[in-house]
């Protein structure tokens, strides 16, 4: 396997997919840039050094052009990119809201975050992989809005529909440059910031339990390998079939 630099995007958590992903890729062999909104992603990165991986981080608002310019200027061209950063941060945590409750500040914060956060940093590194001929992009999307949603959740379902539509379209348009595009729709995985309501739901899964971050970091880490080579635009849902019920619970 051809060591690679890799950028994973809201990976600040220590008990998040982020996280899980840079260190399951940093094992791998590849160099890995973290980034998220707090101070706490430089711990992470320290944390993998600590471990004998190659790791990076910065700090960075990813729905802001100046900070993403920033971003790509610290971290050089990069061969695998993970498009993690979504949500909510512990700046701005999420807040669901029923439609008929929204601002059109709280629609634009989903949105901006959840999806521009996508746009931004893959505008800012796709660029180099179509001119090196080589590049493996990975969009953690989410059940939520492909395939089912719940009250509540109308712009982060909109923003995880809308990703899974941009990495159709990008496969399509960067296909014939040696790089592909492809997603992963996590469900119910248990991290720090899982509520009391997600817990419970996940024991209605198939498996009777929630994911764990490894789970979904496996999916990436396959995605973003030279031996994915022939899949592209495609959706890798990880959620132990709960998707697949018609009765939960």
């Known amino acids: 396997m051809t060591s690679r630099r890799a950028l994973i995007t809201g990976a600040g958590a220590p008990d998040g997919i982020g996280f899980a992903i840079a260190r399951q890729l940093g094992r791998a062999g590849h160099a890995v840039f973290l980034t998220g909104a707090s101070s706490r992603v430089l711990d992470r990165a320290a944390e993998l050094r600590g471990d004998g991986i190659d790791a990076g981080g910065a700090v960075a608002d990813l729905t802001l052009a100046a900070d993403v310019s920033r971003l790509r200027t610290e971290t050089g061209a990069v061969d695998i990119l993970v498009n993690n950063a979504g949500m ?40 180099a992989m179509v001119e090196t001929g080589y590049g493996r992009i990975v969009n953690v999307a989410s059940v939520t809005g492909p395939l089912v949603s719940f009250e509540g959740t109308s712009a982060y379902s909109a ?47 198939p498996p009777g339990r929630a994911g764990r971050p490894d789970e979904v970091a496996a999916a990436v880490l396959f995605l973003a390998s030279e031996a994915a080579s022939y899949v592209n635009g495609t959706l890798l849902v990880v959620d132990g079939g709960n998707s697949l019920q018609e009765h939960k619970g």
């Open 88 to 127: 909510g941060s512990l700046a701005a945590p999420s807040v669901d809201k029923a439609f008929l409750a929204m601002t059109e500040a709280d629609w634009d914060r989903g949105i901006d975050v959840s999806l521009k956060t996508a746009f931004m940093v893959t505008r800012a590194f796709l660029p």
């Open 159 to 205: 923003a995880k529909a809308g990703m899974v539509g941009l990495t159709r379209t990008l496969a399509l348009e960067v296909a014939s440059s040696g790089v592909t595009v492809n997603a992963v729709a996590p469900g119910w995985i248990e991290t720090g910031a899982s509520s009391e309501m997600e817990r419970k739901a996940a024991l209605h899964t």
